[in-house]
């Protein structure tokens, strides 16, 4: 069992799986408030010292570098940073787990329901702490739609519709690993478990039923093909690749799907939809929460957004009868990132409780592995398997919120 009472003066020691386009963002465990170092890596890739350099700003010198856990967990490291690939992530957690190392796993939470369920289960018989960084629950697009519909203004939810334009989707996911579904599964992990985990935490529910439709309807059209292993998303990545069609040396192997649409019933009779282009011009998300007052919906996601409040009868009125300003995370999800990072430490430290949960990690992928597994069916509907109740217990006990 792993020490969770540290004095916030002592300097943790930190170590990364994987220094790959993620593992920039494992800097802030190093701010003034978190006191942590970054003292060692693991990572197989021959270039793994240049990006040790490139992403985490150090020479490699000064950092142990290892091709295996095994050798990470034996520098002494007291806490470790997940950012390896999708198919990595459940064995890697679980050796970490076993070995006392609390864990900040990158989500997706696994890239299968029994891989999933197995880190859930490794934590919670180790009692190694095991945080899952869910980093848009410190957005503040999300966390203030929450505030909205806890104060009771659109009154009890009944829909959440989600609409993510994946702008960026040919440059993030189709020219390495993601597009490979042996390494991926379904970008309805990668990419939807944001989405789905916040359509949970705005609901208080989770998924039970799931139905879906999609399929390969762009990229597999591009020929222009080239193995990208010895790069990084950061070096190929450009405004200029469009359109869509034009875009140049894709994946060898595309297999995921780059237009998903999934409906979903939750647990609290809730409906709710997700729809996912990889393709679209433009790069956002759009959440409409409708409730049986009112209902609230997002125009961009990050600063100089805005959220609007609907609660009188009318016709279309673009302004809305209210509207609150979105701050922070103006180039992505950075501030919420180092938020996330922030509340892992003091969880690992303090035994803090936290806005983020494994428990809806589990969740989020569960309800995106069955819709992965629906549209590739013909579009049959499908169950989310209940969890043990003993883990349920143990995760809403230990980090409060699911």
Known sequence: MTTTHQTPTRTLHVGVVGVGARSTFTLAAELEQNNGRIVAVCDPHPLV???VRARLRREPEDVVITSTVDELI??????????SPDDTHAAVTC?????????????????????????????????TRLYVGHNMRHMNVVRTMRDIIRSGRIGEVKAIWCRHFVGHGGDFYFKDWHADRSRSNTLLLQKAAHDIDVMHWLADAHTTEVVAMGGLTVYDRVTDRADN????????????????????????????????????RMSSGVYASYEQCHYTPDYWRNYTVIGTEGRIENF??????????????SDYRAEGDETFPILGDAGGHGDADVLTITEFIRFVREGAATDTSPLGAWYAVAAGIQAAGSLRDGSTPRSVPELDPELVAYFTHNQNRV
């Open 49 to 51: 010292a240049e990006r």
């Open 74 to 83: 034996a520098t002494g490291i007291d806490v470790a940073f997940v950012t």
């Open 95 to 127: 050796a970490l787990l076993e070995a006392g190392v609390p864990v900040y796993l990158e989500k997706p939470l696994a890239t299968d329901l029994d891989d999933a369920t197995r880190v859930l289960t490794t934590a919670h018989r180790t009692g």
């Open 229 to 264: 292993s010895d790069r990084l998303m950061s070096d190929w990545f450009s405004e200029e690749h469009w359109p869509p069609l034009a875009q140049k040396e894709l994946n060898p192997v595309i297999d995921v799907e780059d237009l998903s649409m999934v409906l979903m």
């Open 300 to 313: 961009g996601d990050g600063e100089g957004g805005v959220i609007r409040l609907w609660n009188r009868r």
